[in-house]
T-cell receptor, first 111, second 116 residues
């Protein structure tokens, strides 16, 4: 049973608009969450993280929102750029150990 | 170095042969993690090290898989008597710390293992 789910395998967004990527988890003990971006033939690149003591973390165009009661987090990218086209992975961990990754969402930003 | 370096990029082995993958973590990072990604699906955690000590091996298959992180050497992941199902991309990641002092993991570009 998947502990971290990303129910949208793919998402297409127009350049300049907002991209919203969603992630749900089942383990209430998870307390640290990360988003990674992955291009083909490369390793995942760390984007942004959030600890369970917060409900929002912002870094430039990237904002992560955490809703602990719903066990849901989302990544907002605004404005979206063609270079943002990649696969985005959500990851969660308990005590910063044993990161569990979701299956990924492929984002396509259309010019 | 400033990046996690994994070698080789691609490794081809016949079924039953041994495969050995290497990972040099970012300088100053104490933790090393190995993941297996099959068919572009989710990353499966295999094992982690704190310096040269096994930190968590709950994801390691009980047979054929072993890993080491020795001082002054790249970490390694070895698969004995490879099977077709071992074909995957193996990613290594490193971080400065683990536990409550949360730090993100930084990944290498992976080694693609193809078992024929």
């Amino acid at each position: 049973d998947q502990q971290v789910k990303q129910n949208s395998p793919s998402l297409s967004v127009q350049e300049g608009r907002i991209s919203i990527l969603n992630c749900d988890y089942t383990n209430s003990m998870f307390d640290y969450f990360l988003w990674y971006k992955k291009y083909p033939a490369e390793g995942p690149t760390f984007l942004i993280s959030i600890s369970s003591i917060k409900d929002k973390n912002e870094d430039g165009r990237f904002t992560v929102f955490l809703n602990k009661s719903a066990k849901h987090l989302s990544l907002h990218i605004v404005p979206s750029q063609p270079g943002d086209s990649a696969v985005y992975f959500c990851a969660a961990s308990e005590y910063g150990q044993n990161f569990v990754f979701g299956p990924g969402t492929r984002l396509s930003v259309l010019p | 170095g400033e990046e996690v370096a994994q070698t080789p990029k691609h490794l081809v082995r016949g079924e039953g042969q041994k495969a050995k993958l290497y990972c040099a973590p970012i300088k100053g990072h104490s933790y090393v993690f190995w993941y297996q990604q099959v068919l572009k699906n989710e990353f499966k955690f295999l094992i982690s090290f704190q310096n040269e000590n096994v930190f968590d091996e709950t994801g390691m298959p009980k047979e054929r898989f072993s890993a080491k992180c020795l001082p002054n050497s790249p970490c390694s992941l070895e698969i004995q008597a490879t099977k077709l199902e071992d074909s995957a991309v193996y990613f290594c990641a490193s971080s400065q710390s683990s536990g409550r002092n949360n730090q993100p993991q930084h990944f290498g570009d992976g080694t693609r293992l193809s078992i024929l």
